[in-house]
């Protein structure tokens, strides 16, 4: 949803890569996966001496990278700006120094267009950041995406939570992307000076205790905070519900097939989250004008009153800037919790997003710094700065700064099921439906058999019928 070139939504986005053992700054031929000199055999290379950052060193600074001087240059094209852009210079600066090549970064706030100009034009930068696997696909059967093929993509894949590697891949199996920056979703936030009811173990417990506590604030109190306002992009904020809750109500076989354009919008699985949505709707701070009139990142602003408007916020990792600077909320005004499971067949599924990375033009400096940017060392340069989530299980936990990124990031460590963003796969057209839909069911939901059938029409013609 939005989530690669939207500002707001790309400080939740991840570098999903594995603590490979391949050369961070190799020269030849990119090792086709082989070892690199002085890796552990795990992968995992030695922790840098305190106060010295990870890979510092033309020999890596301890952690078992080998950099060959190539010189040169490599042009990267990005959706990141401001304090992103100065950790992702940050973190490539050791390859650059170990190298001797230089990094050419140009941040874009519309990476899509920009790409889709280039591949037209023949005018593409050899790595760059992709709007989301649909297009990265797309690109790669056109010809313009190269293959990964120099990742060894089985220790890649075992070094990272289940089912991130073949997001990454083409219908052939090919790795064509890998993810660098990545939101944990499905969070459910509250203040801890109204909410004292911890951690429901179900669904039905956490409502049942949130209507609970909203009836015992009185007047105009709610059990949620919701708000799916986004100018062009309104609606994305319920498409994250949706997915949240088809995952964990009907299972990763639905939810895959769904994404595929397989799944009916009008089946029984996907009606059944839209109206176990709508209960959370039924049960939202302000009604239908609050939700469908309210930005995203101002919608929990009645959380932090005192009384509270509500009780509870659904959202991304990514929020607590909003919560900080929107409501003027203080490092102890918020916590949360995963949203828990609603069928007990499928527990320990997650949610997340990410910006994807690819290749356009195959060189000696894009493939070495690919393998640099797929070490664990490389990673914790920019988890240490703040505002990044590794999925490489070999980043400490106790790298990252605060307790909210250490917390998400085991999250992901731990996920038994994690599926991408489901309408970040979606083809536009479909995409675009769904995020209407959302602001139509929230505005009135007596549509719901409308919407359903409308969105099942615009499928068949999205995926070719």
Not at 154 to 179: M, Q, W
Not at 259 to 281: D, M, N, Y
């Amino acid at each position: 949803m939005m989530e690669s070139w939207h500002p707001a939504r790309r400080l939740a986005t991840l570098l999903v890569a594995g603590s490979l053992v391949l050369a961070a700054c190799s020269g030849g031929d990119g090792g086709a996966g082989g070892a690199s000199p002085g890796a552990t055999a795990d992968g995992g290379g030695a922790s840098p001496p305190a106060g010295e950052s990870p890979a510092a060193s033309a020999d890596g600074g301890g952690t078992g990278f080998q950099c060959e001087n190539i010189g040169g240059e490599v042009s990267v094209v990005g959706s990141w700006s401001g304090a992103e852009q100065d950790s992702f210079l940050a973190m490539v600066a050791p390859w650059e120094e170990c190298s001797g090549a230089t990094v050419n970064y140009t941040g874009s706030r519309d990476l899509q267009t920009q790409l889709t100009t280039g591949i037209a034009g023949g005018n593409l930068p050899d790595l760059a950041g992709l709007p989301g696997p649909g297009l990265m696909k797309e690109w790669y059967d056109q010809g313009a995406l190269k293959p990964l093929d120099f990742v060894d993509f089985e220790a890649y894949s075992s070094s990272t939570p289940a089912g991130f590697a073949e997001l990454g891949t083409a219908e052939d199996g090919t790795l064509i992307g890998i993810f660098t920056k990545a939101a944990v979703k499905g969070l459910i936030w509250f203040n801890p000076k109204h909410w004292t009811a911890g951690a429901p173990a179900s669904w039905d417990e956490l409502q049942q205790a949130a209507q609970a506590a909203a009836q015992e604030l009185g007047g105009d109190a709610a059990a949620w905070c919701v708000g799916v306002e986004s100018g062009g992009a309104s609606g994305w904020p319920g498409t994250d519900w949706l997915e949240d809750i088809v995952l964990r109500q009907s299972g990763p076989d639905v939810y895959d097939a769904w994404v595929r354009g397989e799944q009916k919008w009008t089946s029984p699985e996907i009606r059944q989250a839209w109206e176990t949505f709508g209960e959370v709707l039924s049960a939202s701070y302000g009604g239908p004008n609050y939700i469908v009139n309210t930005n995203f990142g101002t919608a929990a602003n009645p959380m932090f009153s005192n009384p509270p408007g509500c009780l509870l916020h659904h959202q991304a990792s990514f929020i607590t800037d909003f919560f900080k600077n929107e409501a003027g909320a203080a490092e102890g005004d918020y916590d949360f919790f995963v949203m828990p499971d609603i069928n007990e067949q499928f527990a320990g599924s997650i949610t997340g997003a990410g910006d994807l990375f690819g290749m356009f033009n195959d060189t000696e400096q894009a493939r070495s710094l690919v393998q640099y940017l797929l070490t664990p060392e490389a990673q914790q340069i920019w988890v240490e700065r703040g505002g990044f989530i590794s999925g490489n299980r070999n980043v400490p936990l106790d790298a990252y700064p605060d307790e909210t990124s250490r917390r998400s990031a085991e999250i992901l460590q731990q996920a038994q099921t994690f599926r991408f963003d489901g309408s970040d796969q979606f083809p536009g057209a479909m995409n675009e439906a769904f995020f209407s839909a959302v602001v139509r069911f929230a505005t009135d939901q007596s549509q719901l058999d409308a919407i359903l059938s409308e969105l099942d029409t615009v499928q068949a013609d999205a995926y070719g019928g």
